[in-house]
Antibody, heavy 122, light 108 residues
Framework: EVQLVESGGGLVKPGGSLRLSCAASGFTFSSYSMNWVRQAPGKGLEWVSSISSSSSYIYYADSVKGRFTISRDNAKNSLYLQMNSLRAEDTAVYYC???????????????WGQGTLVTVSS | EIVLTQSPGTLSLSPGERATLSCRASQSVSSSYLAWYQQKPGQAPRLLIYGASSRATGIPDRFSGSGSGTDFTLTISRLEPEDFAVYYCQQYGSSQGTFGGGTKVEIK
């Protein structure tokens, strides 16, 4: 069974940093592109970042470029999101999502984690 | 960046009725790389449709997708009680996988 479990969320002050993790199991992690998608409270989905299976291709939304860094460790079946210079508008549930087999890294997403809440507030 | 606009924002329908949801892109979506997701309160999204018209594994055939270029449609032929939810489109044909703002399908 495919499982994605996020961790690392919490309360952080504006300007602070946080590192999210996503532990994957039930599939060959190193064969799939992975993404982070976020959802602010009561709002819609926002794509955040994408990383290809071998980390050769990495993409970011304009809203996080230069502040967030996506990475993965295929030996540990784990995906990460390093978030720096956090702002109030980064407050959201952050989901990790697996890209269905295909040739692009930014979708579609066939499996999602349950999300981890990041709150940026003083 | 490709911007996706979904309409209507809210659709009020009764069980058994047909639902038609629209997703319009600000520029042509490459290779019809357009997906639809369903999200219920407190849950992660679920993939319904990919490649504009292909149903994901386990998705009932009352869900269908169509369209190409800049105009895409998700149709639910006969609404079941479990179909009342929020629906999002997403394009993944560029280096940024943008989502639409969502359409809420509510019980009339």
């Amino acid at each position: 069974e495919v499982q994605l479990v996020e961790s690392g969320g919490g309360l952080v002050k504006p300007g602070g940093s946080l590192r999210l993790s996503c532990a994957a199991s039930g599939f060959t992690f190193s064969s799939y592109s992975m993404n982070w998608v976020r959802q602010a409270p009561g709002k819609g989905l926002e794509w955040v970042s994408s990383i290809s299976s071998s980390s050769s291709y990495i993409y970011y939304a304009d809203s996080v470029k230069g502040r967030f860094t996506i990475s993965r460790d295929n030996a540990k079946n784990s995906l990460y999101l390093q978030m720096n210079s956090l702002r109030a508008e980064d407050t959201a549930v952050y989901y990790c999502a697996r890209v269905a087999e295909g040739i692009v890294a930014t979708g579609p997403f066939d499996y999602w984690g349950q999300g981890t809440l990041v709150t940026v507030s003083s | 960046e490709i911007v996706l606009t979904q309409s209507p924002g809210t659709l009020s329908l009764s069980p058994g009725e047909r639902a038609t949801l629209s997703c319009r892109a600000s520029q042509s979506v490459s290779s019809s790389y357009l997906a639809w997701y369903q999200q219920k309160p407190g849950q992660a999204p679920r993939l319904l449709i990919y490649g504009a018209s292909s149903r994901a594994t386990g998705i009932p055939d009352r869900f269908s997708g169509s369209g190409s270029g800049t105009d895409f449609t998700l149709t639910i032929s006969r609404l079941e009680p479990e179909d009342f939810a929020v629906y999002y489109c997403q394009q993944y044909g560029s280096s940024q996988g943008t989502f639409g703002g969502g359409t809420k399908v509510e019980i009339k």
